[in-house]
């Protein structure tokens, strides 16, 4: 079994920018979808981005389409999460996963998952 490693959370003011990042290990990365989700407190984890194996294909969530962007680097097994213009509502813990399969969108389309790293959005 293999392991995901989320960082680069942290606390940040409402209209600023942050990168998340996250290391896989033991698993053959470029061959799977990796996605990143999200669980607010009293909320269901939720689906933010995910992408294809290749990279090159995308999906988000309507409420972060347009601010937030994820991408991959298969050389480095890590897929990132750009966020910039940072609300409230964004604040969550930000876990990412890796697909069964080479794209998922759903949290059934993915096979394990990382611990999650803190994103607080001040307002």
């Known amino acids: 079994q293999g392991q995901l490693v989320e960082s680069g959370g942290g606390l940040v003011q409402a209209g600023a920018s942050l990168n998340l990042s996250c290391v896989v290990s033991g698993r053959a990365f470029s061959r799977y979808g990796m996605g990143w989700f999200r669980q607010a407190p009293g909320k269901e984890r939720g689906l933010v981005a995910s992408i294809h194996s290749n990279g090159r294909s995308a999906k988000y969530a309507d409420s972060v389409e347009g601010r937030f962007t994820i991408s991959r680097d298969n050389a480095k097994s890590t897929v990132y999460l750009h966020m910039s213009s940072l609300q409230s509502e964004d604040t969550a813990v930000y876990y990412c996963?890796?697909?069964?399969?080479?794209?998922?969108?759903?949290?059934?389309?993915?096979?394990?998952w990382g611990q999650g790293t803190q994103v607080t959005v001040s307002s």
């Open positions: 996963a890796i697909g069964r399969t080479s794209w998922g969108f759903r949290a059934s389309d993915f096979a394990q």
